[in-house]
């Protein structure tokens, strides 16, 4: 599907051509090992930079107390509700929404509520939440904050009603950060002529940590970037390591304090009882997010929900069974290998019993696919403890090429393992477009390549109520 390029060429009918072609697929073969492809797809290294604190992404909106850093996600557990939040710098202002349907020009208003924290040095602005309840199901709705002062005025669409067969558009980003590639990355989804409606995101906001103490003006600016997106369309938080700004050399000792603050996920409405795991159906699909840093051990809070979770997937009514967590499981890459080993060894079971299918995982800045394979015969004494083809297992995609200042993962183990389908280390964003029960279409865009172009494709087959091989790269 697009990957190998290989088939091209084929029009010459010299003898010695086919030979080298032989021989360039035998080499190649011997690079592979018995792997799948390593992309030799050539970019250039250079060192990804933060985007300088006046750049007009990072512009603040004029006018007194002008909202700011506007961003939707999910507010409920079926597409009903959204959560709007932003914030104002000067004062608190209102907490309210004011938000009206696109053919009904009668205006609602929400009341929300506002909180700061404290960081160190910094000391937050006000940071609004506001749920919106009940909304009409697929219908664009326009809002507006900053009552009393300055105000702005945005829009969203609301999801289709839960249903097996609605077709919906999932955009996948990882690890965005905020350099001149982050802008890449996000400006590359917004062209993307396969309109996501809804991003996924699997962690690694901002990278505000990676200045001296943790500087959250950098949350502020990464609010600022993203606005463009997510004030219009909801992007559904997953927690990396990156938001855990946990560092009592300079006494922040509570983990996420930024995190929790600025992002607020709906996990009260899937029985979670914390802001790291929850759950949401969305159109055909049914949404679990894990939180790699948060305990996951037996009898954890997170593991005895996902234990209560799993059975409630009822595949009748969204038949897309997909996992976000920061952490993978599959991860080919030097660059933190295994270090998700210890949660697939917690969670794989499941995994494979309750027939997920698919899992996006970030923190590797590279890209990768695997095949659908499992590694849970293991049982301590048996020695069997290589991953298999399983198809039952999910297709495990690492996405965390969003663009950050950490720049590229490229050292990757050799050789490639069998269970790794595709790899490239460059940095870019993909699509999960669901047609209907059975069937996905997902692909991956490199930042290099022009808007359209897949640098990796995959037709899904759902494993409930299509359950054919659909994972083999070649
Ligand atoms: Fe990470």
């Known amino acids: 599907m697009g990957v190998l390029g290989l088939s091209s060429s084929s029009s010459s009918s010299s003898a010695g051509m086919v030979l080298v072609v032989v021989l360039g697929l035998l080499l190649n073969a011997a690079v592979l090992c018995n792997g799948g492809i390593t992309s030799a797809f050539v970019r250039v290294l250079e060192k990804s930079v933060d985007m300088p604190l006046n750049s007009d992404v990072f512009s603040i909106p004029p006018g007194y107390n002008a909202p700011q850093q506007v961003h939707i996600t999910q507010g409920d557990h079926v597409g009903k509700g959204v959560i709007v939040s932003w914030v104002t710098m000067d004062e608190p202002g209102s907490n309210a929404v004011l938000y009206w349907s696109e053919n009904s020009k009668q205006k609602k208003s929400a009341e929300g509520i506002v909180v700061t924290y404290k960081y160190y040095n910094y000391t937050s602005g006000y940071i609004h939440h506001c749920t919106i309840k009940n909304l009409k199901f697929n219908t664009k709705y326009y809002y507006e904050v900053g009552m009393g002062h300055t105000t702005r005025q945005f829009w969203f669409i609301t999801p289709p009603e839960v249903g097996p067969d609605v077709p919906y558009t999932f955009g996948l980003i990882g690890d965005l950060g905020q350099t001149y590639d982050s802008n890449k990355t996000l400006t590359h989804y917004e062209l993307n002529p396969t309109k996501g409606k809804t991003v996924l995101f699997v962690g690694d906001l901002s990278y505000a940590d990676n200045y001296s103490f943790h500087d959250n003006v950098r949350w502020d600016t990464w609010g600022r970037f993203i606005e463009r997106s997510a004030a219009y369309q909801p992007w559904i938080w997953t927690a990396g390591n990156h938001e855990l700004d946990f560092e009592p050399s300079i006494g922040e000792t509570k983990p996420f304090k930024p995190y929790t603050h600025r992002y607020h996920v709906p996990f009260r409405a899937s029985n979670s009882t914390a802001p790291f795991w929850y759950s949401i159906k969305r159109a055909s699909a049914y949404i679990i997010v894990l939180s790699s840093y948060s305990a996951y051990g037996k009898y954890t809070p997170q593991y005895r929900w996902l234990e209560a979770e799993f059975p409630k997937v009822n595949r009748n009514e969204t038949p897309w069974l997909i996992v976000l967590m920061h952490s993978p499981w599959y991860n080919s890459n030097n660059y933190h290998y295994k270090e998700g080993e210890s949660m697939r060894v917690m969670y794989e079971q499941w995994f494979v019993q309750y027939k997920v299918d698919v899992v996006f995982a970030g923190h590797v800045h590279a890209y990768e696919r ?44 050799l050789p490639q393992p069998k269970y790794s389908a595709y790899r490239e280390a460059s940095f870019g964003h993909a699509v999960f477009d669901i047609k209907n029960r059975t069937h996905a279409y997902y692909s991956w865009h490199r930042n290099q390549d022009g808007y359209a172009v897949e640098a990796d494709s995959l037709w899904f087959s759902n494993r409930y109520w299509d359950p054919v091989d659909d994972s083999k790269s070649a």
Do not use: Q
């Open 370 to 413: 695997s095949e659908r394979v499992s590694n849970i015969a293991y049982n301590i004494v048996n020695g069997v403890c290589t991953p298999v083809n399983d198809l039952s297992a999910p297709v495990y995609i690492t996405i965390g090429d969003g663009g950050n200042i950490e720049g590229l993962a490229n050292n990757m183990t």
